[in-house]
């Protein structure tokens, strides 16, 4: 026994440990004064629990640590740590005790002062306490990412440890498939460390030794919920503290392969003990904020700043292109078709598609480059149709006209899903331009009504209206994911007929016309050209379709415009209004 | 050995899923995707475990993995001879 074993603990800390020859001092590091936030006044005792290794740990291992520690060995020959538990909780002289049946956990700075005020807030309080893991994945992926001892090692000195034991959060990641944030305030599964006073501990009885699995199973989320269970009990999770899982080869976190079976194992030993899935206590639970560094801390900043950078607009859609969120759409649609063909028994079908895929895929990056469609179909999942030619022109004629200070809103007749508009917006919004807004004129509906032969070339099959009817609030909700909604982004519902020549625009610097039909393109031309101011820009999709293109020769010929037209791609033409 | 009751297998399999994915049970049928539910792999497994502990039998590790709802679960299970 070291330190002040005459005085009464307050608080008795009891950890199992086994075969931790690594992972324990640091733990007993952790738990130590010196590293203990608010424990000056407050009188606790470590009971550490060995749990059979070859070489157990010795109190004198750690008479540096200024530590009331006691350390008593359990023989029990069982790989479950739970009859070491009860026998540290059958020591613990503490009026609360806390719990660590891992002792490969380390908590953070402030858990056992915050664990002893929160305890003082409910007569039956249980404290839950946030249960994160040192590294950037979850342990059980160790054999995939190559985490290992040695890696945490460096880890631990990159963080300078153990200087300020908050900088633990900074390389720390939740325990399963969760970013640690989920599991800050949330009680779930287990509380590990779990600090209740001695009369509760008593009340629930310890844990059960009916847990023999390795690891004790799920022996920490069973008397979690049992006290839990308990009429009148409270759970205070605290916020801003935690425990930190080191690996070690013992854990059924870092278990790697035998993950899965040992998963596997536990839930047979839970089912057969309790009849019931083992799942987390569903409870109203109070949170006791300690407003340590974390939460003041870079663990929120990336994630909160919206200042519309460059750099920011430039990482949210690279975000966005990493998730794949973009081709969420097709991926249902795709998803719904294999699940109808499968349950029609039909996975002929889905394996005759496979033959076709090269195919497939080579008029899909046709259509990328040059855009429009696949055949009649529209592709899926892109947001704009134009294809990287007209889109990259698209950018370089606002960027052109914004340099160049010509006045103007930006407009474009004919949306489909948005993506062009977007790209005006985007470029808007990456130089901090409000005074000028992006208008989107479009039915939302499809396109009208072909006008008989005044719309039909003949040449072109008409297009298939389903697919490019797109509504007005799918297009919001694209503009909003994408981050780019505001209230400069104005929607003119509607037929062009009926809205353009009454719309509120003042002044167009950049006018994209992709209407298809004759009668769109010489309404949208009709109500707007005037508005162009000189030195903007007239963008025009469809010239490609012979309607189109009759609608724009006839109306630069009635109205004699004899600026010059760039030819952009196989449809794409433009021209600059005369300064 | 006996084999299992398909209406059982059903019955347990709804009560534990809704229990574990605090779901109602009118959420959950026959055709209902258990990963649309929200169930993983890792939750997979453990559904596996209790399976196997309830009807004291031994089941492939990839059962609930590999069927995507209950329907299609209880045909496996009868392809394996499990269930009747």
Known sequence: ?579 | MTKLDADQVIAWTTKYLTDFLDLPPEAFDLDAEFAALGLDSVDSVIIGGAFEETFNCEIDATLFLRNANLRSLIDDLRQSGLVA
């Open chain 1, 1 to 579: 026994m070291t330190g002040t074993a005459d005085i009464a603990p307050h608080l008795s800390v009891v950890v199992a440990c086994y075969e931790m020859a690594r992972e324990l001092p640091r733990t007993l590091l952790a738990l130590s004064p010196s590293y203990q936030r608010g424990m000056e006044a407050i009188p606790y005792e470590v009971i550490v629990v060995d749990n059979g290794s070859a070489f157990p740990p010795q109190v004198e291992d750690f008479a540096g640590l200024g530590l009331d520690l006691k350390i008593l060995y359990c023989n029990s020959g069982l790989p479950s740590p739970v009859q070491a538990m009860n026998m540290g909780l059958a020591a613990a002289r503490g009026k609360l005790i806390c719990t660590i049946i891992d002792g490969a956990r380390m908590p953070s700075p402030g858990l056992l002062a915050a664990s002893v005020a929160a305890t003082r807030c409910h007569d039956r309080a249980i404290i839950y306490t946030s249960t994160l893991v040192l590294g950037f994945y979850p342990q059980s992926a160790a054999e995939f990412t190559g985490y290992s001892a040695e890696v945490e090692d460096r880890l631990l000195q990159s963080i300078d440890w153990p200087k300020d034991g908050y900088r633990l959060f900074e390389i720390s990641s939740g325990l399963i498939e969760q970013p640690s944030i989920l599991q800050w305030y949330a009680p779930g599964f287990e509380s590990n460390a779990l600090t209740m006073s001695r009369d509760l501990w008593n009340e629930v009885g310890g844990y059960d030794e009916a847990f023999q699995t390795d690891g004790g199973g799920y022996a920490s989320s069973d008397v979690f919920y049992r006290a839990a269970e308990l009429p009148g009990t409270q759970i205070i999770a605290l916020g801003g503290e935690a425990t930190f899982h080191q690996t070690h080869t013992k854990s059924a976190a870092a278990s790697h392969k035998d993950f899965p079976e040992q998963a596997r194992i536990m839930t047979r030993e839970f089912q057969r003990l309790r009849t019931r899935p083992p799942k987390g206590v569903r409870k109203p639970y109070w949170v006791f904020q300690t407003n340590t560094p974390p939460l003041q801390g870079k663990m929120f900043k990336a994630s909160t700043s919206k200042e519309p950078s460059p750099e920011n607009l430039y990482l949210d859609l690279l975000e966005q292109r990493l998730l794949n969120t973009g081709a969420r759409e097709a991926e249902a649609r795709l998803r719904a078709l294999l699940v109808t063909l499968k349950s029609a028994g039909r996975e002929d079908l889905i394996e005759a598609s496979k033959s076709a895929y090269p195919r497939q895929l080579r008029r899909v990056i046709g259509a990328e480059t040059e855009g429009l469609l696949v055949g009649n179909e529209v592709l899926p999942t892109a947001l704009t149709m134009t294809g990287k030619k007209r889109l990259s022109y698209l950018r370089r004629a606002v960027e052109t006209v914004l340099e160049q200070a010509i006045p103007g809103d930006l407009i474009e007749c004919g949306v489909w899903r948005g993506g062009s508009a977007m790209m005006m917006a985007g470029i808007l919004a990456a130089r901090r331009i409000n005074d000028r807004s992006v208008w989107l004129a479009d039915s939302f509906e499809g396109l009208p009504v072909m006008d008989g032969d005044l719309d039909c070339s003949g040449f072109v099959e008409p297009l298939n209206n389903a697919g490019l009817a797109v509504s007005e609030n799918t297009v919001r909700a694209s503009f909003e994911e994408i981050g780019l909604m505001s209230d400069r982004i104005r929607f003119l519902p509607g037929w062009f007929c009926d809205t353009l020549p009454h719309a509120p625009i003042d002044r167009i610097a950049l006018l994209r016309l992709d209407g298809d039909h004759y009668s769109s393109t010489m309404d949208a031309l009709t109500a707007l050209y005037d508005k162009v101011s000189p030195g903007g820009v007239i963008i025009i999709d469809d010239y490609a379709l012979p309607r189109c293109a009759e609608a724009v020769d006839e109306f630069r010929a009635t109205r004699g415009i004899f600026e010059p037209v760039e030819r952009i791609d196989h449809t794409g033409i433009a021209w600059r209004k005369q300064a």
